[in-house]
């Protein structure tokens, strides 16, 4: 109960209102105007129908909004949402998808209760911007067959279907009239904000686009007709065969959802000075907002992060700002529904177009690529992954990369440095000297040993030339896994094993159960081979080496 009771809506998260209400309205207000194209498109997009874009945006919006961990964070559909939905969609119909978004909600809920939103917070900046990258990409090519206005050709690949569209709008009468629409479009969109910035873009564009559809007489595809009411909550077609077929595209539902939900709240923390968000109170909002909306015909949502930086911008600082929005489209659907059945698709076409290509900021890109080589590479790869098979998989491939990137990077960070070092005064190069004449070596381990490092790390210690005694520093290793203390009790008891003495100094006490598990100090020539201070490592070496000497002589 208290796990659940800690994920709720409080009192507190209207603190603010009493203050902040007039600039509250106002954001969601304007948050709405630029949601409503937005929604409508994605809708479409889809395959299922403007109308449950529209419905997705009031019922998700208000749900995640009052149980989310965010002040101000703005959800609905989205374009990575509709990526995902697409094949799901004409694999499984309205239903399928449903069905797996209500399966999706309840995956989410269950993964804020175990905590996993605080998790999610560690994606890599190159794995976002390539993911990034790649939906754009997918959004963009999406449009194509509204933006050149012909029917969507059969395929699941967005390139594909992109080129076929291309190929049937060779012969066709619309093909004009729609991309003169996607050109009005596109100019207003880029050109009204350096006029007045103030001004909703999107849907300026959308209304000169549909009035030139209107007093032209254009013959072009539209939205036509929406409901006058939001239709009342039924369960979708439940079966445990229809659940398992979906139970796939359901976990890709969850974790997109979470994913984006979660990096759209960071963004929003940057950018608003409000208090920062609560990881596991947002996956439990999103999480019911997605098992509520497909309750009343719905797809599945997800923070928008477009949505949710106009409504910061426009002066929302609590979540009532997000509520008003979702009030306006609802106001939409029950006063509007007539107006916005005339707005042509071409126009959302374009308005999708050009919200594609502003997800994609170039100074990020280029920062990214002219870091490191290896973020380059995770940067590209999660790109092409992301368009050339699914979000999910793109998100698993470049995290998985990076992690190997990130690992091989402090692999080479680690290393067995052979005193003198530089600046330490405990060795000098006289000293230096005088132990390789009594054929004592002293060794610093230095970074991190772990199985990364550890095969560098034995090779190197094993080609030790012709010494009596050895003497491994440890005090600056600041890791040790299994692998790491298995590889120093492989290299002790080889050198051991050469008639060479290892001497151990300044091992960490947290190193210690690892290092006596794997039966490193058991490979000592005794166990009074360990020591805390170098000067007295290095009087017992040349002690053990005159013993040598004498037993020699004898």
Avoid: C
């Avoid at 040790?480 to 008891?493: K, R, S």
Wanted: proline share 4%; aromatic share 4%.
């Amino acid at each position: 109960a208290r796990l659940i009771t800690g994920l709720l809506p409080r009192g507190s998260d209207y603190a603010r209102a009493r203050q902040s209400w007039k600039q509250d309205l106002i954001a969601g207000l304007t948050v709405g105007i630029v949601a409503l194209p937005l929604a409508l498109g994605f809708g479409v997009t889809t395959g299922l129908g403007a109308s449950v874009g529209l419905i997705t945006a009031i019922v998700a919006g208000v749900v995640a909004a009052v149980f989310g961990g965010s002040d101000v964070q703005v959800s609905g559909p989205t374009g990575a949402m509709t990526v995902v939905l697409v094949p799901i969609a004409a694999h499984y119909g309205a239903d399928g998808v449903f069905l797996a978004g209500l399966m999706a909600g309840v995956i989410v809920m269950i993964a804020s209760m175990a905590h996993v939103g605080r998790t999610l917070r560690y994606v890599p900046w190159p794995v976002i911007e390539g993911f990034t990258i790649g939906i754009a990409v997918l959004i963009f090519l999406q449009q194509v067959p509204n933006a050149l206005g012909v029917a969507k050709p059969d395929g699941e690949n967005a390139a594909m279907v992109a080129g076929r569209a291309l190929g049937a709008a060779l012969g066709g009468d619309g093909t004009l009239a729609a991309l003169g629409l996607v050109g009005v479009v596109a100019v207003v969109m880029f050109g009204l904000p350096r006029l007045r910035k103030s001004l909703p873009a999107s849907l300026v564009a959308v209304v000169v686009a549909t009035v030139i559809a209107q007093l032209g007489d254009l013959d072009v595809a539209r939205i036509g007709s929406l409901p006058d009411s939001l239709p009342l909550p039924s369960l979708p077609d439940i079966s445990i065969q229809r659940m398992s077929d979906l139970l796939s595209a359901a976990f890709a539902i969850a974790a997109l959802a979470a994913i984006e939900s979660l990096l759209s709240a960071k963004v929003a923390d940057g950018m608003s000075d409000t208090a920062r968000h609560d990881p596991d109170r947002e996956l439990f909002g999103q999480g019911l907002a997605n098992v509520v909306s497909p309750l009343f015909g719905g797809m599945p949502a997800t923070g928008a992060i477009a949505r949710t930086a106009v409504n910061v911008r426009a002066g929302g600082r609590t979540r009532l700002s997000a509520v008003v929005h979702s009030v306006v489209l609802l106001g939409v659907v029950l006063v509007a529904g007539s107006l916005v059945a005339r707005i042509p698709l071409a126009a959302l076409a374009g308005v999708l177009m050009v919200t594609a290509v502003r997800m994609v900021e170039p100074h990020n890109v280029r920062a990214v690529m002219r870091s490191t080589r290896g973020d380059a590479v995770v940067l590209l790869v999660t790109a092409a992954v992301t368009i050339a098979f699914d979000l999910i998989l793109a998100v698993g491939v470049g995290v998985t990369l990076a992690a190997i990137v990130a690992l091989r990077a402090v692999a080479r960070s680690s290393g067995v440095a052979q005193q003198p070092i530089n600046g330490d005064a405990e060795i000098d190069v006289d000293e230096e000297h005088r132990l390789l004449h009594e054929r004592i070596v002293v060794y610093r381990i230095e970074g991190s040993l772990f199985f990364g490092a550890a095969q560098q790390f034995l090779t190197e210690l094993t080609n030790v030339g012709d010494v009596k005694v050895v003497i491994l520093r440890l005090a600056d290793v600041r890791m040790l896994d299994a692998t790491g203390a298995a590889a120093l009790e492989e290299t002790i008891a080889e050198l051991e094993g050469r008639g060479i003495t290892v001497l151990l100094k300044g091992v960490r006490p947290e190193h210690h159960q690892a290092l006596d598990a794997v039966g490193a100090f058991s490979r000592l020539a005794s166990e009074r081979h360990l020591f805390d201070n170098l000067d007295e490592a290095i009087e017992h070496a040349r002690t053990h080496v005159r013993r040598h000497l004498k037993v020699d002589r004898t």
